[in-house]
């Protein structure tokens, strides 16, 4: 078998404690970060996400902690991402046992922060996260910062390719018109990237069901599935994931 | 007294993983270490590794006496040794990051880019087969988590202890009598790769 097709649970954290939306920016309280991250190391997730939704500066620090405490227990590969802003940031978390940082915003501001995160600490923990909607004109996509309500005019494919061209090791695409819906990806977009690009691209925003997953493979080309509510409120497991990955055709970690 | 295993501490990255790895595996004495001295008193020495093949190196060479200690105690008194990531590709000649870069010459081979294609990307990142030879040491069939974009080409294919697959058979694995270098990162490996912290911590050497 090959490399394995990854499912990605992505827990969104705010002031170290676990908070879903369900419409994005309507949050609902889903408990402690480590404990969830325990119950999925458990569950034999092939990686976590958690992404740093705090608002304020100050309570940034908290998700170091909670990172700390994750590596503690958790055996897994951890991505975070929110509010990288500078590759001390990077590496404040990479110390404190992330293995991968997503930058987000501030690639937006400046892509060559990209590079430079590369080059200290190498391609391999740097995810460029890409928030994007559909233009209204239906021509392409558009690059949307701040929990996808500000408009940025960059061509999102275009900024895609511009990070991985800088070093990116991963992206990590998100349909801002899909999340929350529970309509599944935007599987264009994450195909139209993943055609072009040479490195791994996580599917992400809008799964409702198993399939949702399937598909982000099978027609969107992605490597990896990243979801949140479906599995966070148990309405499938990781291995439910497996096995419907593995029915259709795609390598998948057994249980 | 319970015996010291040394985890080096080169500015590589990924030492508070395999630290609490090795702690969840049952190893009751880690030195984090920086210190030549400990690495000579050493049991069993684990060298990890995250980032770049030269940047690596670079960072086990600053340290004074260091290589010295690691060759004098692995090569020397032959201790148990485990090399993790770039922590095993640094047991090669050379590595072909950024330019040619000199390795550790251990086991001899060189580190080479892996070639992305239509499905193949690079970097090799997730969960794939880790296939074992024939009388390979401590390591068993399983699936392990990779992330890499340079593979180990050992120049003698017995130095070869494991594979696995990413278009073309890629090396999971060298050894060579007291030393194992692994391609994956058992320290994220879960149930897997704490299965191999343990076997290591176990190892007895004929």
Not at chain 1, 207 to 225: C, E, K, P, Y
Request: with cysteine; glycine share 12%; proline share 4%.
């Amino acid at each position: 078998m090959s490399v394995r097709v990854r499912v990605i649970p992505c827990l969104d954290v705010a002031n170290g404690r676990v908070v879903k939306g369900v419409n994005f920016v309507d949050l609902k309280d889903a408990g402690d970060p480590v404990e969830q991250a325990r119950a999925y190391d458990a569950a034999g997730a092939d990686e976590l996400c958690f992404l740093d939704i705090s608002a304020s500066h100050e309570a940034r620090g908290t998700i170091i902690d909670v990172v700390r405490r994750t590596a503690e227990v958790c055996f897994m590969p951890v991505t975070v991402g929110g509010g990288v802003r500078s590759p001390e940031d990077a590496r404040a978390l990479l110390l404190a046992g992330a293995d991968k940082v997503a930058i987000n915003s501030a690639a937006v501001a400046r892509p060559a922060l990209v590079g430079d995160i590369a080059e200290r600490f190498g391609s391999q923990c740097v995810v460029a996260s890409i928030d994007a909607r559909r233009r209204t004109d239906g021509e392409g996509w558009e690059i949307f910062t701040h929990g996808g309500r500000k408009a940025t005019g960059i061509d999102a494919i275009e900024h895609a390719l511009n990070l991985t061209r800088l070093g990116a090791g991963e992206l990590l695409v998100t349909s801002m018109d899909r999340d929350g819906t529970r309509d599944g990806y935007d599987l264009e977009l994450i195909r139209t990237i993943a055609d072009q690009v040479d490195i791994p691209v996580v599917a992400s925003g809008g799964v409702g069901h198993i399939g949702h997953l399937v598909d982000g493979v099978t027609q969107g080309h992605a490597s990896a599935v990243l979801a949140a509510s479906i599995f966070h409120f148990g309405e499938a497991t990781i291995a439910d994931a497996h096995r419907a990955l593995a029915a259709a055709g795609l390598p998948a970690r057994s249980h | 007294m319970a015996e010291r295993v040394a985890l080096i501490d080169y500015g590589a990255g990924n030492l508070h993983s395999v630290h609490n790895a090795l702690k969840a595996a049952g190893a009751a004495s880690i030195a984090v270490t920086d210190d030549p001295a400990v690495v000579r008193a050493a049991d069993r020495i684990v060298l990890p590794g995250v980032g770049a093949f030269a940047a690596c190196m670079g960072g086990l060479s600053a340290l004074p006496g260091m290589i010295d200690a690691l060759e004098a105690r692995v090569l020397g008194d032959k201790v148990p040794f485990l090399g993790i990531c770039v922590g095993m590709q640094l047991l090669a000649d050379r590595g072909l990051e950024h330019g040619t870069q000199q390795g550790l010459g251990w086991i001899g081979g060189e580190v080479r880019p892996m070639e992305a294609t239509a499905t193949i990307k690079v970097p090799h990142m997730g969960w794939n087969d880790v296939a074992p030879v024939a009388g390979a040491p401590l390591i068993e069939p399983g699936e392990a988590y990779f992330l890499h974009s340079y593979h180990f080409v050992a120049a003698d294919g017995a130095d070869v202890a494991a594979v696995t697959d990413h278009g073309s058979p890629v090396t999971a694995a060298v050894a060579r009598g007291n030393i194992l270098g692994v391609q994956f990162h058992p320290e994220k490996s879960q149930a897997y790769g704490l299965g191999l912290l343990r076997r290591f911590l176990d190892w007895t050497l004929p």
